[in-house]
């Protein structure tokens, strides 16, 4: 945002500074040309004036000495002429027979002047010619033409143009310094308020540094910004404050009982246990049902302390920096397989690797891949039933490590696919031993992954089974920094 606030302003600026500067140097330059008009323009009515006198006297000599003089002076040459267009004085090689000053001497003539009225520039060049008739009134005595230089002139406009742009770059360097002072001093409120947002939506505890009107202001405590912007600040804290609070005793809660219930689940589990061998054997059936329903009880709380856990890892990961995390995804993949292969087999399934020698590098801890590689494998094991094909793969993907897990089992409906990652759901199929599961292993999935920009996609296979496609961005090596 800051970024286009300040480009706004400083677009207004350059708007500013553009309407200012611009007639500005136009005026310099319009003047600079009247000033050599005017000059120019005195110095052909003297000579006008002295054509007149010699026109009725009929001396020439002061016209011919002061235009000869003029001209060693100034550098600038002269005509004059008579009604007749016959030379009266021609200094500096420029002759009354030249076309340019022939067409200026006949107006002038016709009692006109001839003054160029074009503003001149930096890269102004040559000379401009002047004409002006002599004579009083409608009587006309004679004619001269003057041929000007413009080099001084040109010079003069140069330096007053480079004054001008000068001035204008120290006002627009002026004016982008507090244009950026302006923005950040806006902006910072809305900087920590949307740190303390994103904050809030991992999870995480509130900003320290965003005002809060129960605490005095201090260095820790960064007040900056318009008012308005920090009573919003001050209001969005005392939000987030007690939302996270809430958020954080339910996490708590979660991860309290599950640890809690632990140990009175282990003493309930030995005091089944020593009671089996006082049963009869007709309560063996009642046994075996107690104790099923123990292994599931704590799976169940194993389960909730990894979710618990890992919408913590994923809050912290949203906010933190934590692109040194790699792990070899394919090394993962065969520990994996190497684990769940016998367990497979045994539950009448056939597990296949498909993995090549090349090394797969995720953004990702081994920890972390291995717990959603378990919990696919586990669920394709689990639902897949005996006789199932199921294949592990892992190959790189453009910019991501991607992990596949296949079965030919019996699926998930289409309704049922889109239910798979809610919590606690679990599908109507069972295993052959009657064991569910928790309904808890795909959401682990998805907050591990998110905590890593990753992402867990579940499709049907033709013309049965299900396909587990995780993606985790490959993880950038040491070798490629």
């Known amino acids: 945002m800051r970024t286009r606030v300040q480009a706004v302003?400083?677009?207004?600026?350059?708007?500013?500074?553009?309407?200012?500067?611009?007639?500005?140097?136009?005026?310099?330059?319009?003047?600079?040309?009247?000033?050599?008009?005017?000059?120019?323009?005195?110095?052909?009515?003297?000579?006008?004036?002295?054509?007149?006198?010699?026109?009725?006297?009929?001396?020439?000599?002061?016209?011919?000495?002061?235009?000869?003089?003029?001209?060693?002076?100034?550098?600038?040459?002269?005509?004059?002429?008579?009604?007749?267009r016959d030379p009266v004085v021609q200094t500096g090689g420029m002759r009354a027979a030249d076309p340019a000053v022939a067409r200026l001497l006949d107006a002038a003539l016709s009692n006109r002047t001839a003054h160029p009225t074009a503003a001149l520039r930096p890269w102004s060049r040559g000379h401009r010619m002047f004409a002006e008739p002599a004579g009083t009134g409608t009587r006309v005595s004679g004619a001269v033409v003057l041929r000007a230089s413009v080099a001084t002139a040109a010079r003069d406009v140069t330096r007053r143009w480079a004054a001008v742009l000068a001035g204008t770059a120290l006002v627009a360097v002026a004016c982008t310094v507090l244009a950026r002072a302006a923005t950040g001093w806006v902006v910072s409120p809305l900087r920590r308020l949307d740190r303390a947002v994103g904050r809030l939506a991992a999870g995480l505890p509130p900003d320290r540094t965003l005002p809060d009107s129960r605490l005095r202001p201090s260095r820790e405590t960064p007040v900056g910004g318009p008012p308005e912007l920090r009573q919003l600040a001050i209001g969005f804290n005392r939000m987030a404050r007690t939302v996270t609070a809430a958020l954080e005793q339910q996490r708590r809660l979660v991860a309290d009982t599950s640890h809690q219930m632990r140990n009175p689940m282990a003493a309930l589990r030995l005091r089944v246990d020593a009671l089996h061998t006082h049963l009869p054997a007709s309560a063996d059936r009642m046994y075996t049902g107690v104790t099923t329903e123990l292994d599931r009880l704590e799976t169940l709380l194993d389960d909730m302390l990894a979710l618990a856990t890992a919408e913590h890892r994923a809050g912290e990961l949203a906010m933190a920096d934590d692109s040194d995390a790699h792990c070899d995804a394919t090394a993962v993949t065969a520990a994996r397989y190497r684990l769940w292969e016998p367990l497979a087999r045994r539950a009448g399934a056939r597990l296949t690797l498909g993995a090549g020698p090349t090394p797969v590098m995720a953004g990702c801890t081994d920890r972390e891949l291995a717990q959603i590689t378990d919990v696919l494998l586990d669920n394709a094991i689990k639902y897949a039933g005996p006789g199932a094909e199921i294949s592990l793969r892992c190959a790189a993907e453009e910019r991501c490590a991607v992990l596949t897990v296949t079965d030919d089992g019996p699926g998930l409906a289409p309704d049922e696919l889109a239910l798979a990652t809610t919590r606690f759901w679990r599908s109507g199929?069972?295993?052959?031993?009657?064991?569910?599961?928790?309904?808890?292993?795909?959401?682990?999935?998805?907050?591990?992954?998110?905590?890593?920009?990753?992402?867990?996609?579940?499709?049907?296979?033709?013309?049965?089974?299900?396909?587990?496609?995780?993606?985790?961005?490959?993880?950038?090596?040491?070798a490629a920094r």
């Open 9 to 84: 302003l400083l677009l207004f600026v350059v708007i500013a500074v553009a309407a200012f500067a611009v007639p500005l140097l136009l005026f310099t330059a319009s003047d600079r040309t009247q000033q050599l008009v005017l000059a120019r323009s005195t110095d052909l009515d003297r000579f006008a004036s002295l054509m007149d006198q010699a026109a009725s006297t009929g001396d020439t000599a002061a016209l011919t000495a002061e235009a000869r003089r003029y001209t060693q002076l100034y550098g600038e040459p002269l005509v004059v002429t008579d009604t007749r």
């Open 429 to 478: 199929r069972r295993q052959q031993n009657g064991t569910a599961g928790t309904g808890l292993g795909l959401a682990i999935v998805e907050q591990l992954l998110a905590g890593r920009g990753g992402r867990l996609e579940l499709t049907a296979v033709r013309p049965h089974g299900l396909r587990a496609r995780v993606s985790v961005p490959r993880a950038v090596t040491g």
